[in-house]
């Protein structure tokens, strides 16, 4: 168990719809890290946050956006969604922001739009 | 965007066999990690390394970052059937106001009892 977690593990929507993915750090993590993976691919970086501020951004679609809360906890909102937006989203924290800081994953949430 | 080359894509061994997987990159990268994911599952960090030329050990695994720190490796000594899975090398790289990590496309592995 890494100490991340992320809600829910399993989303099952159409395509039009908008939905949120959750994810809550490890105790004592300020940044949070948000990554997408398709079938059989490697992990795309999206977004991340370091204590309530977006701090890098990645290949994340216009129709994609996040937010960390004074909690640090992090949301990231899929809207207008399309069947190519099927995949494994995963959350990750790391303690600050320095290159040398490890980064450690949730379990993910499985998208599968219809 | 930054690539980094992982290989082999996939490897099928006996059980007790010894395993080598490596990434190379054009680019310097800070930190080398490398994961392992199972199926459905999030990546698991099995070694960090911080510097050029550290050789660090957990367990049956043993990871290098190269001397250049554009390469890393990781051997897996005696492999077990738990040992299956996709394993993940990423560089963590200097971005905007902060670092992110560039993850390789995987080593798929599979072992023969």
């Known amino acids: 168990d890494s100490g991340v977690t992320q809600t829910p593990k399993h989303l099952i929507t159409a395509t039009g719809q908008r939905v949120t993915l959750r994810c809550s750090p490890r105790?004592?993590?300020?940044?949070v890290y948000w990554y997408q993976q398709s079938l059989d691919q490697g992990l795309q970086f999206l977004i991340q946050y370091y204590n309530g501020e977006e701090r890098a951004k990645g290949n994340i679609l216009e129709r994609f956006s996040a937010q960390q809360f004074p909690d640090l906890h992090s949301e990231l909102n899929l809207s207008s969604l399309e069947l190519g937006d099927s995949a494994l989203y995963f959350c990750?924290?790391?303690?600050?922001?320095?290159?040398?800081?490890?980064?450690?994953f949730g379990p993910g949430t499985r998208l599968t739009v219809l | 965007g930054q690539q980094l080359n992982q290989s082999p894509q996939s490897m099928f061994i006996q059980e007790g066999e010894d395993v080598s997987m490596n990434c190379t990159s054009s680019?310097?990268?800070?930190?080398w990690l490398w994961y392992k994911q199972d199926p459905g599952e999030g990546p698991v960090l099995l070694i960090a390394l911080y510097k050029a030329g550290e050789l660090t050990s957990n367990g049956r695994l043993t990871a290098q970052f190269g001397i250049t720190r554009k390469d890393s490796f990781l051997n897996i000594s005696a492999s077990i059937p738990s040992d299956v899975g996709i394993y993940f090398c990423?560089?963590?790289?200097?971005?905007?106001?902060?670092?992110?990590?560039?993850f390789g496309s995987g080593t798929r592995l599979l072992v023969r009892p």
């Open positions: 105790s004592g993590d300020l940044s």
């Open positions: 680019s310097i990268f800070n930190t």
């Open positions: 990750a924290s790391s303690v600050g922001l320095a290159g040398g800081n490890e980064q450690f």
């Open positions: 990423a560089g963590n790289q200097r971005m905007d106001s902060s670092y992110k990590l560039i």
